[in-house]
């Protein structure tokens, strides 16, 4: 979902379903994770922040025990009655919002028809979590229009179990929580085992941000992603055989691995490898920005990348190009893959005097790669104003 006009959804929802009053229009974002990767499904610790882009939710009761759906960049439309089930025939986007719906009429909170039209600026399978923004947004938009209202950390839980349950991507929590509760301009340092979580603001008064597009996208449910997190539990069922303490790979350590390695078939001490390395290094990056120490959080992004690409197993060759054209100019402190990988995006630190410069190679990259829109396309951006998740008066500012 790209293409909408800030405000289109309201208006395409009057067009399509008929004028009626009460319609509430909802937004959230969706994120860029900065470090701490794979880690999430392991009851790991992550680093996302929300971007500037999002999905926009415009919903409003109907007197009919009926569902519309309308997608308005896709100009798609899926009606089926209120009480809906997963295993009915449904187009993909759909999938998440009937989820949400169907998770709020088991808890009696929706209880008449919904006409809902959706759209956004997150581009669709980029690792930057068009379909957690897109359950946020939903939810948001339901609370206004039924009238109540969920604590911030379960209305990102409820949304993660649309995300297994509906879309079949068995991921953790981290993008649900990123786009309900994260802050511009702040990391929000995540704790996926207790859901705790705390802002952390970002030091960029000279230094930014800048993600790549690399068009080459996937669909997680029928990657390798799933492939994974079973990789990962089979580890722990061989780990916890002699450490019955141990429930997930956040309760191994470096000293476990190297005692118990000769346990371990190599592929599966390299997916251990990579999460237990992955957690040490969100731990140290939130010390980094604390400190203001950009040069080292930089190092850490670096080698998060290499470990996703060598031991966990998840970039790509144009992933690869576009982390290496990145390194090799002037003023960048560090790069990597950020999302679960298989394609989409990458995130780069860099001075802000050295960001036209790579912008402009990676560009270049990407067109020696064969996307021949890569700058008009808007393929590399600077981080920059994120927004809040939230109600929205006319489609444009969020309330108070």
Same mark, same amino acid.
């Given at each position: 979902m790209?293409?909408?006009?800030?405000?289109?959804?309201?208006?395409?929802?009057?067009?399509?379903?008929?004028?009626?009053?009460?319609?509430?229009?909802?937004?959230?974002?969706?994120?860029v994770?900065?470090?701490g990767?794979?880690?999430?499904?392991?009851?790991? #610790?992550?680093?996302?922040?929300?971007?500037?882009?999002?999905?926009?939710?415009?919903?409003r009761?109907?007197?009919e /025990? /009926?569902?519309? $759906?309308?997608?308005v960049?896709?100009?798609a439309?899926?009606?089926?009655? @209120?009480?809906?089930?997963?295993?009915? =025939?449904?187009?993909?986007?759909a =999938?998440?919002?009937l989820? &949400?719906?169907?998770?709020?009429?088991? /808890?009696? $909170? %929706?209880?008449?028809?919904?006409?809902l039209?959706?759209?956004?600026?997150v581009?669709?399978?980029?690792? %930057?979590?068009?379909?957690?923004?897109?359950?946020?947004?939903? $939810? %948001?938009? $339901?609370? *206004?229009?039924f !009238?109540?209202?969920?604590e911030?950390?379960?209305?990102?839980?409820?949304?993660?179990?649309v995300?297994?349950?509906?879309a079949?991507?068995?991921? !953790?929590?981290?993008?649900?929580m990123?786009? /309900?509760?994260?802050?511009?301009?702040?990391?929000?340092?995540?704790?996926?085992?207790?859901?705790?979580w705390?802002?952390?603001? @970002?030091?960029l008064?000279?230094?930014?941000?800048?993600?790549?597009d =690399?068009?080459?996208h996937?669909?997680l449910s029928?990657?390798?992603?799933?492939?994974r997190?079973?990789?990962?539990?089979?580890?722990?069922?061989?780990?916890?055989?002699?450490?019955?303490?141990?429930?997930? #790979?956040?309760?191994?350590?470096?000293?476990?691995?190297?005692?118990?390695?000769?346990? @371990?078939p190599?592929?599966?001490?390299?997916r251990?490898?990579? &999460?237990?390395?992955?957690?040490?290094?969100?731990? +140290?990056?939130?010390?980094?920005l604390i400190?203001g120490?950009?040069?080292?959080?930089? +190092?850490?992004?670096?080698a998060s990348?290499?470990s996703?690409?060598?031991?966990?197993e998840?970039?790509?060759?144009?992933?690869?190009?576009?982390?290496?054209?990145?390194?090799g100019?002037?003023?960048?402190?560090?790069?990597? #893959?950020?999302?679960?990988?298989? *394609? !989409?995006?990458?995130?780069t630190?860099?001075?802000?005097?050295?960001?036209?410069?790579?912008?402009?190679a990676? +560009?270049?990259?990407?067109?020696q790669? *064969? &996307?021949?829109?890569?700058e008009?396309?808007?393929?590399?951006w600077? %981080?920059?104003?994120?927004i809040?998740?939230?109600i929205?008066?006319?489609?444009? &500012?969020?309330?108070?």
């Amino acid at each position: 979902m790209s293409r909408v006009s800030e405000g289109r959804v309201a208006s395409a929802l009057s067009e399509r379903f008929g004028r009626a009053p009460g319609a509430v229009v909802a937004r959230a974002p969706g994120r860029v994770n900065l470090i701490g990767e794979h880690t999430d499904y392991n009851q790991g #610790l992550v680093l996302p922040t929300p971007v500037g882009r999002y999905l926009e939710v415009a919903a409003r009761a109907t007197a009919e /025990r /009926r569902i519309r $759906l309308l997608a308005v960049d896709l100009d798609a439309t899926f009606e089926t009655d @209120l009480c809906v089930a997963p295993s009915i =025939s449904r187009p993909g986007w759909a =999938s998440y919002v009937l989820g &949400v719906m169907e998770s709020l009429q088991y /808890r009696g $909170l %929706l209880d008449a028809g919904v006409d809902l039209a959706l759209g956004g600026t997150v581009p669709r399978g980029a690792g %930057l979590s068009s379909s957690a923004a897109l359950e946020t947004a939903t $939810l %948001l938009a $339901l609370e *206004g229009v039924f !009238g109540f209202e969920l604590e911030p950390v379960e209305a990102a839980r409820l949304c993660h179990q649309v995300e297994e349950r509906w879309a079949g991507v068995r991921c !953790g929590i981290m993008d649900q929580m990123a786009s /309900r509760l994260g802050l511009p301009d702040h990391g929000l340092r995540i704790d996926c085992r207790d859901f705790g979580w705390r802002q952390i603001p @970002l030091p960029l008064s000279d230094h930014a941000f800048v993600i790549t597009d =690399s068009r080459s996208h996937r669909q997680l449910s029928g990657s390798a992603f799933n492939e994974r997190r079973r990789d990962c539990e089979e580890a722990v069922a061989i780990l916890s055989q002699d450490i019955p303490s141990i429930t997930s #790979l956040r309760d191994v350590d470096e000293d476990i691995l190297a005692e118990n390695a000769d346990q @371990l078939p190599p592929r599966i001490a390299r997916r251990c490898r990579h &999460v237990v390395a992955e957690n040490d290094r969100v731990r +140290e990056a939130e010390r980094c920005l604390i400190a203001g120490d950009l040069g080292r959080f930089g +190092e850490l992004m670096t080698a998060s990348h290499e470990s996703l690409r060598d031991d966990y197993e998840v970039s790509s060759p144009r992933l690869d190009r576009l982390v290496d054209t990145a390194l090799g100019m002037p003023g960048v402190l560090g790069s990597r #893959l950020t999302g679960a990988g298989f *394609g !989409g995006c990458t995130v780069t630190l860099a001075r802000r005097d050295a960001v036209p410069a790579l912008r402009s190679a990676l +560009e270049e990259e990407l067109r020696q790669c *064969g &996307v021949a829109d890569a700058e008009s396309s808007g393929a590399v951006w600077q %981080l920059g104003p994120a927004i809040r998740a939230g109600i929205v008066d006319d489609g444009a &500012v969020p309330l108070p």
